[in-house]
C-alpha cells in the first residue's frame, strides 16, 4: 500500500449472529495500518446496540464525512441494506463479508487497503455488493510487522467480554490464520505478544487477556518461550487460551499457572468424548491438575448426530469436574428450507447440563452409592421437565425425539 492522500475513513461492524458481541479486530489492525499511511479512521460497531434501527445508527457518519466506508458483516441481508442507506453519502463503499470472530488481515484486507490508496486519487471509484474483495492465498508480508490494533478506537468496556473474576477483558491475538500452515495459524513472535501485553496494560489498564483460535499447546517451542517471557515480564496480568489435553501434564500447567494462566480451554466433539475412554480419564485429570493450580477450565463440546444421543453426552460431560461448558451444533454445509432448526439442541444440552451437575454435586456429597439413589428418584422427572418445557414453547417435534 503506498502513501497517497489522506481521506476520512469509517470502518463499520455489522451486528452478527455471534453473541456476546466481541471487539471486532479485524478492523482495529486494520485501521492501524490505515492510520500509519496517514488516514483519518474511525471505527462504529453497531453490534453495541443492536437494537437500534440500521438507519438511526448510520447517522453519526455524517458528521465525520468520510471520503470512503468499509462495511464488515456476515449478514447479506444487513450489507445490502447498509449499501442502501449509505447511497445517499455520495461516497464510496466497499462491502467485506467477513464474522466478527474472524481475523483475516493480511488477506483480502491487502487488496481492501491497496484500493483504499486508490480510492484517494481516483474519487469517483466505486465496488458494489456484487464485487467483493477477494481474499488471497498468503499473508501480505511479515505478521510481526502489523502494528497493534487501534483499540483507542473501540469502546473496550462496552463489550461484555470479562474475565472469570468479572474484570474486563480483551482479545490478543496469538497468531493469524494462514490456509498454508498445518493447524491453520502461524503463531506471533512471543516478544510482540508480551509487547502488547505491556502496552495495553498500561494505555489502558485492561490486565486479562483472551488467545483465541489457535491451540497454544501445538508450538511447543514456542509456547514455553511465550510462557518464559511473560513470567520475566512480570505484568500482573492473567490470560485465557485454547490448548490440547493430550499434551498437557502437571509440569506445564504449573508453568501456565507462573505466566498467569487463570484459563483453559478444552475444544472437544461429542464423538470424541463418547468413544476414547483415555480421553475421558485425560479430562479429569486435567481438571483435577488445573484446580490445584487454581486454573479454570472451561470446554467447548461440538455437539454431532444423532441429536437423541445429547443426554447421555450431557450425563458423561457433568462428570468431568468443569467450571464452565460451552454447546455448539456444527453448522451444515447446505441449509434446506424443510431442515429442522438443530440449534435449538444448544439450549437443550445447557439445561440438561446444570442438571447433570446438580446430580455430580449430590453423588460427590453423599458417596456414589445413596447419591445414585437419590438422583434416579429425581433424574427422570428433571429430564422429562426439561423436555416438556421445550415442547411447550413450540418444538413439540424436539421433545418427541428425545
Known amino acids: 500500500m503506498t502513501k497517497g492522500s489522506r481521506v476520512n475513513v469509517a470502518l463499520i461492524a455489522l451486528p452478527s449472529h455471534t453473541l456476546p458481541a466481541t471487539p471486532p479486530l479485524t478492523l482495529a489492525y486494520a485501521a492501524a495500518v490505515l492510520e500509519q499511511h496517514r488516514h483519518i479512521v474511525r471505527i462504529y460497531d453497531l ?3 443492536p437494537d437500534a434501527p440500521l438507519s438511526a445508527s448510520l447517522h ?11 462495511v464488515a458483516g456476515d449478514r447479506l441481508d444487513l450489507l445490502d441494506e447498509a449499501i442502501c442507506l ?3 453519502l455520495k461516497t464510496s463503499v466497499v462491502p467485506i463479508r467477513i464474522s466478527r470472530g474472524e481475523i483475516e488481515i493480511g488477506f483480502g484486507w491487502v487488496d481492501v487497503f491497496d484500493w483504499i490508496d486508490a480510492r484517494s486519487r481516483t474519487p469517483d471509484h466505486r465496488i458494489s455488493l456484487d464485487k467483493l474483495p477477494k481474499a488471497r492465498s498468503k499473508p501480505g508480508g511479515n505478521i510481526d510487522r502489523l502494528p497493534f490494533p487501534a483499540r483507542h478506537l473501540l469502546s473496550i468496556e462496552s ?3 470479562r474475565a472469570v473474576g468479572g474484570e474486563l477483558q480483551t482479545t490478543l491475538l496469538a497468531g493469524f490464520p494462514d490456509e498454508q ?8 513472535s512471543p516478544a510482540q505478544i508480551v509487547a502488547e501485553m505491556r502496552s495495553v496494560s498500561r494505555e489502558y489498564g485492561v490486565r486479562h487477556y483472551l488467545l483465541p483460535g489457535m491451540s497454544l499447546t501445538r508450538h511447543r517451542d514456542w509456547l514455553n518461550e511465550l510462557l518464559g517471557l511473560i513470567c520475566e515480564a512480570n505484568l500482573g496480568i492473567g490470560w485465557e487460551g485454547c490448548v490440547d489435553i493430550d499434551v498437557l501434564d502437571e509440569a506445564l500447567l504449573a508453568h501456565f499457572a507462573q505466566a498467569g494462566c487463570e484459563t483453559i480451554r478444552l475444544d472437544l466433539t461429542a464423538s470424541r468424548v463418547f468413544e476414547s475412554h483415555q480421553t475421558r480419564s485425560q479430562i479429569k485429570r486435567i481438571v483435577a491438575i488445573a484446580r490445584r493450580h487454581d486454573i479454570y477450565v472451561r470446554a467447548h463440546l461440538e455437539l454431532e448426530p444423532p441429536y437423541e444421543a445429547i443426554p447421555h453426552l450431557v450425563d458423561v460431560a457433568a462428570t468431568f469436574g468443569l467450571d464452565d461448558a460451552i454447546f455448539s ?7 434446506s428450507p424443510n431442515d429442522t ?7 437443550v444440552a445447557r439445561q440438561l447440563y446444570y442438571v447433570g451437575r446438580k446430580r455430580q454435586h449430590i453423588v460427590d456429597r453423599f458417596g456414589p452409592a445413596l447419591g445414585a439413589l437419590i438422583w434416579k428418584l429425581r433424574h427422570s422427572k428433571l429430564v422429562s421437565d426439561v423436555f416438556s418445557e421445550r415442547g411447550s414453547s413450540g418444538h413439540e417435534d424436539l421433545a418427541g425425539s428425545a
Open 181 to 188: 500452515a498445518s493447524d491453520g495459524f502461524v503463531p506471533r
Open 47 to 49: 453490534a453495541l446496540k
Open 86 to 88: 449509505l447511497d445517499d
Open 329 to 335: 451444533i456444527r453448522p451444515k454445509a447446505s441449509q
Open 159 to 161: 463489550y461484555a467480554q
Open 60 to 70: 453519526p457518519l455524517r458528521a465525520f464525512r468520510p471520503h470512503t466506508i468499509v
Open 341 to 347: 432448526d438443530d440449534s435449538q439442541w444448544e439450549a
